[in-house]
């Protein structure tokens, strides 16, 4: 049981540790297009 129990805690934080480095790449993405969202807003209107 305590394998287990060391398996399951080790598999949670392998998987927090990936959310956040997914959120760190989705950040650091998303802020160039939104610029380039911003200026095809502006060139339709």
Known sequence: MSLIKVG??????????VF????????????QPSLSKKTIKNLKF
Request: no cysteine; aromatic share 14%.
């Open 8 to 17: 399951i805690i080790v598999e949670i934080f392998l998987f927090v540790g």
């Open 20 to 31: 956040l480095w997914v959120r760190k790449l989705n950040s650091k993405q998303n802020r």
